[in-house]
């Protein structure tokens, strides 16, 4: 009995392993989602570190999102209250590293939130409306309560079961 409960929860580990390292993708497939083509488009990246309160990016969902949206021709700009010293040195030139949230947001097409930091949790959908182009936010962290988001901007987050 031991060895098939083993089995199962390397079955179990190996599934969720496998749900995970898809995830940031699903992010960018959201964003298409919500503003069709990502070529040329602005795309506001929130969080890039691995987790809130650390410059931490080592396997960051935020690398693959980032490398995803700028293969599709997306111009990516990004923020972060921490990382923005790593991720200068992980993307170098590929991407605008903004100072505030506000100019990362400013003009863009769509927003993905990727780390759960404080300041992004006190976004209401109207500052979305007022900094954005186009105002369509992905969460990646399901920090907003879609229904305060409904009928004022375009969103999806993950995990919603569209």
């Given amino acids: ?36 083509q990502l070529k040329d488009r602005r795309v506001a990246v929130l969080g890039l570190a691995f987790k809130p309160n650390t410059d931490d990016m080592r396997e960051a969902p935020s690398i693959k999102i980032v490398s995803k949206l700028l293969e599709e021709g997306a111009r990516g700009v990004v923020y972060d ?22 100019d990362c947001l400013k003009g863009a097409d769509c927003a993905i939130v990727v780390t759960e930091w404080d300041e992004f ?32 901007v375009k969103f999806a987050a993950i995990g919603l079961g569209e």
Wanted: net charge positive; with cysteine; hydrophobic share 40%.
């Fill in 1 to 36: 009995m031991n060895r098939l409960r083993s089995r199962s929860y390397a079955n179990l580990l190996r599934a969720v392993l496998e749900v995970n390292a898809i995830q940031p993708y699903r992010a960018v497939e959201l964003a298409r989602r919500l503003v069709g």
């Fill in 81 to 102: 209250p921490k990382a923005l010293k790593n991720a200068r040195r992980i993307f170098g030139d590929s991407v605008e590293c903004a100072g505030s949230v506000e």
């Fill in 121 to 152: 949790r006190r976004l209401r959908p109207d500052d979305f409306v007022r900094l954005m182009r186009s105002p369509a936010v992905v969460d990646g962290r399901r920090i907003y309560d879609p229904e305060e988001f409904k009928g004022k």
